[in-house]
């Protein structure tokens, strides 16, 4: 499926395998394994202006490519063959729009998080937290019971910007929605522009350290590692629900005054445990230090530097743990004024331009999904994956960052790509089906007990031969297991 061109959007994107090439690329992939790669491209799957489906189906891609890529380096086997499907990946990239518990819709965005009319142009502001709201309404001089009215004559009353620097400044979470042009005139969009789609650097020295090789059906090439999930809201949980589908011991660690929204953690919950550790009571912070001494990789969602001051900044991690995997995700990057504001999907969307190209001339729109937070999570899992098998032979521990802003500007041809030209099926092998019309997720839901309830949900779209199509086990209540290993 092709795009018409868009203005500022790269013709990277010409070719169903474009931008998989790209992003394998960027992951330091061997580009002779992408002719293990088929992909099915099916049309109606995540319509928009925007390469959106070419996107996900790229960071499926690459993911699934790492871990089949994997599956090899361990049992010294040929890399098993992977298999892309539009429809699969474009049921994954909402599967939190599909998921039921006990027959319940999941409740999604909550009524003051929302584009809002300024005095100059529009506001996008992110409430679902109880904390987020508390300061946006304080920001902007409301009871913290106002309801959306009251917020709408509020906001109108300002500027875009005003509100967005007030809101920050109060703890809330609120962007000006912007075109692309004046996204790039922005700080924030110059500190982004050119860089990298991810960083991937070795942090330190360690012996090499082959893994086992893998018993039994299916074959998931995480299994015997443990993850340490210091994640939230979507992007990262995402990526380490898909380690945990290839067999990782995933434990998530969240702080116990903090809690995840229930759907939310639902969804990303899947083949996780879950507990809570408070870092600031010293019996915790020793649990905490064991589970840290015995992890293969931790995966951090918060903001740069925001966990520096627990033994998690890189360098002195890799010192603690040769032979770690450092994986960090932020909304807005390392760099640049924004660096330490927090952010969603849902935010950077509207401060990159993608909410203006995706709406009309009377309102902003959205993409069809929240794809920077699914795809930069696949891309993470894919990160990990890559940085795993480096090591094997290599030795080492290796950091690997990644940001909303970079895969927005990936998709919006703004930069971030893998340092090559995109590489269509003229460069590479990889095979490409055309599928029938995408026909909605619902061969691709199923249902499973657990826990919380009786769950619908999407199955995962990472797919090799030989691999898992279905995580291991369901998820369990937030902060519900111990905090230990398996």
């Not at 992951?27 to 390469?51: F, I, K, N, T, Y």
């Not at 937290?129 to 309404?137: G, N, Q, S």
């Not at 990160?383 to 521990?397: H, I, N, P």
């Amino acid at each position: 499926m092709t795009h018409p061109p868009l203005p500022g959007v790269s013709s990277a994107w010409a070719t169903p395998l474009s931008a998989t090439a790209s992003a394998w690329a960027a992951l330091g992939g061997d580009p002779a394994l992408l002719s293990r790669l088929c992909v099915v491209v099916r049309e109606g799957a995540l319509p928009a202006r925007l390469p959106v489906i070419d996107l996900a189906r790229a960071c499926v891609g690459v993911c699934a490519l790492a871990a089949a890529e994997s599956v090899a380096a361990r049992d010294g086997r040929d890399v098993p063959a992977v298999r892309v499907d539009d429809g699969a990946v474009a049921t994954a990239f909402t599967s939190e729009r599909h998921l039921r518990v006990d027959g319940r819709a999941p409740v999604s965005f909550a009524p003051l998080s929302r584009f809002w009319p300024a005095a100059d142009g529009w506001v996008r502001t992110h409430a679902n937290y109880p904390h987020h709201r508390a300061a946006l309404t304080a920001a902007l001089g409301l009871s913290e019971r106002a309801d959306a009215d009251a917020l709408a004559a509020a906001v109108a009353e300002r500027t875009a910007t005003a509100v967005e620097e007030a809101v920050y400044a109060a703890g809330g979470l609120a962007v000006a929605v912007r075109d692309p042009a004046q996204w790039a005139a922005h700080p924030q969009g110059a500190a982004v522009a050119g860089r990298p789609l991810l960083v991937r650097e070795r942090i330190g020295d360690g012996p090499a350290r082959p893994l086992p090789s893998l018993a039994g059906s299916p074959l998931r090439p995480a299994a015997g590692l443990r993850v340490l999930d210091l994640t939230r809201v979507v992007a990262g949980p995402v990526a380490t629900r898909t380690l945990a589908l290839l067999g990782a011991d995933v434990l998530r660690v969240d702080p116990p005054r903090l809690p995840e929204l229930a759907d939310q953690h639902t969804d990303t919950g899947f083949g996780k445990r879950s507990a809570t550790l408070d870092l600031d009571d010293r019996t915790d912070r020793r649990t905490f230090d064991e589970l840290l001494d015995r992890a293969d990789v931790v995966v951090t969602g918060y903001r740069p530097g925001a966990l520096d001051r627990f033994g998690l900044g890189a360098r002195e991690l890799a010192a603690r743990r040769p032979g770690v995997v450092l994986a960090q995700l932020s909304a807005w990057g390392g760099s640049g004024p924004w660096a330490g504001r927090r952010g969603f999907d849902s935010l950077v969307q509207a401060a990159t331009g993608i909410a203006v190209v995706e709406g009309s001339p009377e309102r902003p729109g959205a993409l069809p999904a929240q794809a920077l937070d699914h795809g930069t999570g696949y891309l993470l899992a894919a990160a990990v994956l890559r940085a795993l098998t480096e090591r094997a032979t290599a030795g080492g521990s290796y950091g690997v960052r990644l940001a909303l802003t970079q895969t927005a500007a990936w998709l919006t041809g703004g930069g971030g790509g893998g340092g090559t030209g995109g590489g269509g099926r003229g460069d590479h092998e990889g095979r490409v089906e055309v599928g029938s019309p995408y026909d909605g997720p619902a061969r691709r839901l199923v249902e499973v007990d657990s826990p919380v309830g009786r769950l619908r949900y999407a199955l995962p779209p990472v797919s090799f031969a030989g691999g898992p199509a279905d995580w291991a086990r369901p998820p369990g209540r937030w902060g519900g297991d111990r905090a230990r290993w398996s």
